[in-house]
């Protein structure tokens, strides 16, 4: 379920205010999401690579989430180029590679792990509860981050009941094999946990009750900000700035 | 002329008449039963499972609605939710489960809950909070995660986000079950030095005997007052007396 492998470290990256880090997420997402030219999509990466080392993950744990974004490259890459039309790069055979078709992959590629990068930097390194936090704070509907915070909260404890339940099948010799009582068992253990939730949730809600709720849940994680903030605040902007510059100026600089 | 003394009526704090609870087609859960707390009272509720203690309890918060009966929280007859609302701040019910009773994200959250429910400030919540967590031996779990307590931890931290409220009244529904010795030593440790009316329901005969000082058994949708059986051992401080 959701294991958090990243929001543990005590690095800078980590150290940096949430409101911060959620903030320039959201802008480099979407100025890299709009970019085409390699110039901009190159310093976006660089910035990404650079978020990435200063928050000192796990490398082979931000590979094993890179690689979930490789399968559907791949897929691009043997497509793209066959498919896209155009100017004929290379023939081999009967197959012709067009460029226009891998210029785009590779804008993909690039702005793909742009993107994952730095969010894996910048958002993955927070916990649930405080991304919950951070959306209150930017005004997010309250329903939203409620629906958020309370996932957060009890998708560990369905997690449980699922363990539970399959554990016991397994005590008592089931093997999951292609067959209908196979599936059945399935069956039977998913509607039992459907069961159990909603029976979970009446008790919740019957608890809330008994301590006055009335419809308003309350968030008060306050947040500081520190001098190192305003640093990567004024980095973190600049560098942006720069992105934006590479891609929308007239005539491209490199 | 004489007139007959009458003794000014002191409100029980939760009275029951004739509770009827029961689901269509089964024996009934719970059947006419009366029921009294007065103040300083510490019931114990023994019976077995299934046997409608929990029941009991969600009926006198509202939380069920009997089929026919009547409840009195201190005093004041009610029927409605809206009627009960008043008195969760007075009446605090600690439920069995800790994972339903802690639902947001870190400790000083839940446990401000009630207090921002009742209408205190950010600030006073947050005092109340820290407050109650330090009465129960939980200062700095403030931003603990709450699913990531341990399973002890959970309940204590549960009964902090009760007492945060301040009642005067508590329904505990299986406080001990599955605490450690040291936790239930803080359990009966807290309970003991809070001037509180409870009723408490258990399993554990030993704990009961520690924590109550009338102890009803739920039998056929009654309660029936069991025999004193509250055997007080005093410890003293000072060694034996010399006679």
Sequence with gaps: ?254 | MMHAFTPPRIPALIRLDGINFGYAGRRPILDSLDFQLHPGERVGLLGPNGSGKTTLFHIIMGLMRPQSGTIELFGKQVVKEKEFREFYSRIGLLFQDADDQLFSPTVLEDVAFGPLNLGKSKQEAVDIARKTLAELGLDGFEDRITHKLSGGEKRLVSLATVLAMDPEVLLLDEPSTGLDTRTKQTLVDVLGRMNLSYIIISHEGDFMEEVADIIYTMEEGRLNRAEYIHSHVHAHPHAGHDH
């Design chain 1, 1 to 254: 379920m959701i294991r958090e492998p990243f929001a543990g470290g005590d690095s800078a990256v980590h150290r940096m205010d949430p409101r911060v880090r959620i903030f320039f997420a959201t802008l480099f997402s979407v100025v890299t999401a709009l970019s085409y030219r390699f110039s901009s999509l190159t310093a976006a990466l660089l910035l990404s690579l650079f978020l990435t080392a200063a928050a000192r993950l796990n490398i082979l744990a931000v590979l094993r989430r890179l690689a979930v974004v490789w399968g559907f490259l791949v897929f691009l890459w043997l497509i793209l180029p066959l498919t896209f039309g155009g100017e004929v790069l290379y023939r081999f055979g009967p197959l012709a590679f067009s460029r226009p078709g891998v210029i785009l992959a590779a804008q993909i590629t690039l702005k793909s792990h742009a993107i994952l990068l730095a969010l894996i930097a910048l958002v993955a390194t927070m916990n649930s509860a405080t991304l919950g936090y951070v959306l209150d704070f930017f005004h997010l509907p309250p329903k939203l981050v409620y629906l958020l915070l309370l996932t957060y909260r009890y998708i560990f404890v369905i997690e449980q009941e699922y363990m539970r339940l399959s554990r016991a099948a397994r005590l008592r010799s089931f093997q999951p094999r292609t067959r209908l009582h196979t599936y059945r068992t399935y069956a039977y253990l998913v509607g039992m946990l459907f069961v159990r939730a909603a029976a979970r949730a009446d008790r919740v809600y019957k608890a809330m009750r008994c301590r006055g709720f009335q419809g308003r849940i309350y968030c008060l994680h306050s947040f500081a900000v520190t001098r190192p903030d305003w640093i990567w605040t004024g980095l973190l902007g600049a560098w942006i700035v720069c992105l934006a510059v590479l891609e929308w100026s007239p005539a491209p600089l490199f």
